[in-house]
């Protein structure tokens, strides 16, 4: 099986543009989660989208949001950058169903904010 | 609040040898854990996992160890080898009502020295 994929791998914007990430999950997979990894806090959980809706939610402000597709392929959307959004983007799949579901990790997205 | 704690942020072994990597929770909530190893610039890949009802978990030169009374795990990494040096996270997650949401340590940093 394929894994999860991501694109763009590299992305740089400036403060006040909006950017969008792409992921596509392992095939039968239905739920995708994304995460911001910084330096500074670490990798933390932004939101999940099981079936086309979001079942939760971290805490980020609501510059962030996502949608997730009938095939099961998500984007996230980060409108007026700030520089404290230059992160490592992460995407990860999992079937969604049950305590003990795995969640695989794609490569990630670079994002840099000038 | 950081409900995942890695205490130690980096760990040196020989080659050989083992390898103990430790995570502490506080959340009494979390009934599936995860070890994830991670490349820079690159998305974590999971290596194993233990559910609440177990206390260990092997899988090949890996085991994962669960003390629910001391919410401590820990991974053993038997013999360790020099492709082994990453940066390791464990992780955790509640069943159901908090669905595709993993929380992370900081991260351990593994050098295996040939």
């Known amino acids: 099986k394929a894994g999860v994929t991501q694109t763009p791998r590299y992305l740089i914007k400036t403060r006040g543009q909006q950017v969008t990430l792409s992921c596509s999950p392992i095939s039968g997979h239905r739920s995708v989660s994304w995460y911001q990894q910084t330096p500074g806090q670490g990798l933390q959980f932004l939101f999940e989208y099981f079936s086309e809706t979001q079942r939760n939610k971290g805490n980020f402000p609501g510059r962030f949001s996502g949608r997730q597709f009938s095939n099961s392929r998500s984007e996230m959307n980060v409108s007026t950058l700030e520089l404290g959004d230059s992160a490592l983007y992460l995407c990860?799949?999992?079937?969604?169903?049950?305590?003990?579901?795995?969640?695989?990790f794609g490569p990630g997205t670079r994002l840099t904010v000038l | 609040d950081q409900q995942v704690k890695q205490n130690s942020p980096s760990l040196s072994v020989q080659e050989g040898r083992i390898s103990i990597l430790n995570c502490d929770y506080t959340?009494?909530?979390?009934?599936?854990f995860l070890w994830y190893k991670k490349y820079p610039a690159e998305g974590p890949t999971f290596l194993i996992s233990?559910?609440?009802?177990?206390d260990k978990n092997e899988d090949g030169r890996f085991t994962v160890f669960l003390n629910k009374s001391a919410k401590h795990l820990s991974l053993h990494i038997v013999p360790s080898q020099p492709g082994d040096s990453a940066v390791y996270f464990c992780a955790a997650s509640r069943g159901s009502g908090n669905t595709g949401k993993l929380i992370f340590g900081q991260g351990t940093t593994l050098q295996v020295k040939p």
């Open positions: 990860a799949s999992s079937s969604g169903q049950g305590s003990a579901d795995t969640q695989y």
């Open positions: 959340n009494s909530m979390f009934d599936y």
């Open positions: 233990i559910s609440s009802i177990k």
